[in-house]
């Protein structure tokens, strides 16, 4: 690997420490200020931060409850994954978002990760009482959110050229069309 991507390798790994700092940072304070404590208004009757008593043992908003060995083994295959992709895939313009989206990913999972680990449950303290909508944490808005926009770049931003470039980075063993060009940027 040449110099500029191992450049943009730190700066991509710097991102994703920074995000895993933030979700770590804001559930200690949710621990520490929410916990054993009523509810705070953000925006009355919309927004709450608001500890979930006994975390939540399950995915994001809480769904498949107690699988944390399944969990771990996902978290692991995904984030491996995404390192893989960001280290094949060339740090060029067109392809910035995607690195971006899937740093946040991984992110998201090592933050919940963390604290199944730690914990054996995730530390969730945001909550729409609006819509009732399911507690969650800032590792679970990394992932909703990038995978959702991720769906939409794919979908409707990325071209089929842009795609099957990307096809030619990622599958083992081969080299995308325009590698050679590209380790000059």
Same mark, same amino acid.
């Given at each position: #690997?040449?110099k500029p991507d191992?450049?943009?390798l730190?700066y991509?790994?710097?991102?994703? #420490? ?11 304070l ?20 608001y500890?979930?008593?006994? @975390? ?9 409850? $107690? ?9 692991f295959?995904? +984030?491996a994954?995404v390192?893989?992709m960001l280290i ?7 392809? @910035? ?7 946040f990913?991984?992110? @998201? $999972?090592?933050?919940? #990760?963390?604290d199944?680990l730690?914990?054996? &449950? +995730?530390i969730?303290?945001? &909550? ?10 800032v590792a679970d #808005? &990394? +992932?909703?959110c990038?995978v ?11 071209s089929?050229?842009d ?8 599958k083992? $063993?081969?080299?995308g ?6 380790? $000059?940027?």
């Amino acid at each position: #690997m040449d110099k500029p991507d191992r450049k943009h390798l730190v700066y991509d790994l710097i991102l994703f #420490m920074f995000l895993i700092a933030i979700d770590q940072i804001t559930k200690k304070l949710a621990v520490r200020y929410l916990k054993d404590d009523e509810p705070f208004d953000i925006i009355k009757n919309v927004l709450q931060l608001y500890y979930l008593p006994g @975390g939540n043992r399950g995915a994001a908003f809480g769904i498949l409850q $107690g699988q944390r060995v399944f969990f771990l083994i996902i978290t692991f295959v995904v +984030v491996a994954a995404v390192f893989y992709m960001l280290i094949k895939i060339p740090p060029v313009k067109k392809f @910035g978002l995607l690195r971006i989206l899937l740093i946040f990913t991984a992110a @998201g $999972g090592i933050g919940n #990760m963390i604290d199944r680990l730690v914990l054996n &449950y +995730v530390i969730d303290f945001i &909550y729409f009482s609006l819509i009732n909508f399911p507690i969650f944490n800032v590792a679970d #808005m &990394y +992932v909703s959110c990038s995978v959702v926009i991720l769906a939409i770049l794919v979908l409707f931003r990325l071209s089929e050229d842009d795609i099957k470039e990307l096809e030619g980075y990622i599958k083992p $063993g081969k080299k995308g069309p325009a590698e050679n060009e590209i380790k $000059g940027d």
